[in-house]
């Protein structure tokens, strides 16, 4: 190894792949938060940059810690970003999600995974329970090449091994990160929504598998018994359901609350939120539901944020919900069962002891999960894979060299 080559090895660096704020995105939110709280603790703020995956060719107007924009369907761009990363990182952590690498489930980011000789270390958002063939193939790639997976379910352990054959000590198991929020009662008068009496929120990107319309026809009972609530659906529409079919969801649920009588106790707002105003509207709810129709979802950054602001929580039970309102921390109900959504909201609304104790529950067993502790398991994770050396072995292809830390892949970052 040449002198340059042991002193990049020896660069404190991550580079951080992923989606990134201000794009549309949960796992955009979650690699900016995660980089930024890594960033804070670790006492070195610079040492730390980002490679983002853009879905539109303009891309979008990013902080400065993105060095690297990466076009999702751009191959070329993947190759140019892995050079990069070798010359400026120590490490490399891949915020892994099928969706948006390009090519059929994401197979395009193996391009880059390939030509890296930094350690990698790869948060997963999704474990495929019931792949098919080809999502199989490229995921057990992805985890072959990783040196640590990262999960944030317990039951994603149990999957990487058995479907994937990763081994127990490859995979650490470190939770969705949260913001260190204060216990508080919800006030009576919410004047965000501009309304008095109970709130029951859902929020994030919108899209079938939210399963909202299950929570419209609940309402047509809650309202019976207490027309003073308020059912808030926050969230734009997935800019890649957008681009299928349009608003024809959100169109639909508007369409089944106004037959159902409801235009004044269920309200739509179509935006994606900054933090602040996200955290607003969790402090003046009183119920979160999540009916998600998907029950293998590994996790959610909306259900840790609920709960990480102690609320109380109805949610179908999909293995985070399972996970996480165990031990009385919520309420499952069935999937697609409009019901018991009802009933339990209900009862969640007319006894205040219960649903506290259930909401201090929540919020004790989430104080771990705060972004600041939540950075230094990863800081943990990087340090220990950043004691292999890189690779010096020839690429599979070649790729083109990068000289200095202002040349980007693709395209200038602005």
Not at 70 to 93: G, H
Not at 183 to 209: D, I, Q
Not at 230 to 252: D, L, N
Not at 357 to 367: Q, V
Request: proline share 6%.
């Amino acid at each position: 190894m040449s002198k340059s080559d042991t002193e990049r090895s020896n660069r404190p660096g991550v580079g951080f792949v992923g989606c990134c704020l201000p794009r549309p995105c949960g796992i955009a939110t979650f690699t900016y938060d995660l980089v930024e709280s890594v960033a804070s603790i670790s006492g070195k703020p610079q040492s730390f940059l980002i490679a983002a995956v853009n879905d539109r060719r303009e891309g979008y107007s990013y902080p400065n810690r993105v060095k690297v924009e990466i076009q999702c369907d751009e191959v070329f761009d993947y190759t140019l970003a892995a050079e990069y990363l070798n010359e400026f990182c120590s490490v490399v952590c891949l915020q892994h999600e099928f969706g948006i690498f390009g090519l059929p489930w994401g197979a395009n980011v193996l391009q880059l995974l390939r030509g890296l000789r930094r350690p990698l270390v790869v948060t997963c958002h999704t474990v495929p329970i019931d792949p098919d063939p080809d999502q199989r193939e490229v995921f057990r790639e992805v985890v072959d090449l990783a040196d640590r997976l990262v999960v944030m379910n317990r039951r994603a352990v149990d999957f990487l091994q058995a479907l994937y054959g990763a081994r127990y000590s490859k995979i650490a198991y470190i939770r969705h990160g949260i913001h260190d929020v204060p216990f508080s009662e919800p006030p009576v008068k919410k004047k965000s929504f501009g309304v008095e009496g109970p709130v029951l929120l859902t929020f994030g990107l919108l899209n079938r598998n939210k399963g909202i319309e299950y929570m419209v026809e609940a309402m047509a009972a809650i309202v019976r018994e207490r027309p003073d609530v308020t059912y808030v659906i926050a969230g734009a529409t997935h800019p890649r359901i957008v681009e299928v079919e349009g608003e024809s969801y959100r169109r639909s649920l508007k369409g089944k609350a106004k037959r159902l009588g409801l235009e004044n106790n269920v309200r739509f707002i179509d935006e994606f939120f900054e933090l602040s105003d996200l955290m607003g509207y969790l402090a003046e709810t009183d119920v979160f539901v999540a009916p998600y129709l998907n029950l293998d979802q590994m996790t959610s950054g909306a259900l840790s944020y609920a709960a990480g602001a102690g609320k109380a929580v109805v949610a179908t039970p999909f293995l985070h919900a399972k996970e996480l309102l165990a031990d009385g921390r919520g309420r499952l109900v069935p999937a697609r069962c409009s019901l018991a959504l009802a009933r339990h909201v209900l009862d969640l609304l007319s006894d205040k002891r219960q649903t506290d104790a259930m909401r201090r529950r929540a919020y004790n067993h989430t104080r771990s999960m705060v972004w600041r502790h939540v950075a230094r398991e990863y800081l943990d994770v990087f340090e220990s894979v950043g004691r292999r050396p890189p690779l010096t072995l020839p690429l599979s292809q070649p790729v083109a060299a990068v000289k200095t830390p202002t040349t980007y892949a693709g395209r200038p970052s602005k």
